[in-house]
């Protein structure tokens, strides 16, 4: 007789472990860069690009802004590789080449950004705005390195991948709306 309950899936002891790692990691690095920015003594004519002060935080939105436009991109190369996008044949080999230099260049992209974040505020709770985006920038690497354990483990269960792609668009789309459209919009965006 069923019950309408499945068992719990099983995971082998390799299985085991590389879940274990899939998770521990990713948390281990957002964790290291918070207390990493939470101990750093913010250096406010820190430079990025030569930019400095209000020069530096309009050319970071503009980063910011097209980090996230990347991050769309990614998005959409991802539903187009799995399927997800009605209308579309399935995606040619191209397509995958396309999704991983995208992903490498929104990685190099936003490590100019995080650098300049981290040297000149650290990681502050000052307000709710500024709380949430030290949470998504540290949350941003950590979704990164999952990211990548996931795409290059065979272990790891399928679920993961999609979860670690939404984890890392999500704290890209929290970062653009709490400092890019932010900064861009007259310092406010809707809601903060």
């Known amino acids: 007789m069923r019950t ?39 250096q406010y004519t820190t430079g990025l690009f030569g930019a400095h002060g209000a020069a530096a935080v309009t050319l970071k939105a503009r980063l910011g802004s097209a980090l996230f436009g990347l991050a769309l991109v ?5 539903l187009w590789m799995y399927g997800r996008l009605r ?9 995958r080449t396309s999704h991983r230099v ?19 505020y650290g990681v502050e709770t000052t307000s709710t705005r500024v709380f949430l985006h030290s949470v998504a920038g540290c ?10 354990l996931v795409v290059r483990s065979r272990r790891l269960p399928s679920w993961m991948l999609p979860a670690a792609g939404s984890a ?14 932010w900064a861009l919009n007259g310092f406010a965006a809707p809601g903060l």
Do not use: D, M
């Open 168 to 181: 890392l668009f999500g704290a890209i789309g929290v970062l653009w709306y709490s400092a890019a459209l």
């Open 139 to 148: 949350a941003l690497y950590g979704a990164f390195v999952a990211k990548v």
């Open 4 to 42: 309408g309950h499945r068992a719990p899936r099983r995971y082998s002891p390799a299985q085991a472990a590389a879940l274990a790692l899939g998770a521990v990691l990713p948390v281990a690095v957002a964790v290291a860069i918070w207390v990493t920015g939470r101990h750093h003594s913010p």
């Open 87 to 95: 209308g579309l044949a399935a995606a040619p080999r191209r397509v």
């Open 102 to 120: 995208v992903g490498w260049a929104a990685f190099l992209l936003s490590a100019p950004i995080a650098y300049h974040c981290v040297r000149t």
């Open 74 to 78: 990614q998005l959409l190369l991802a």
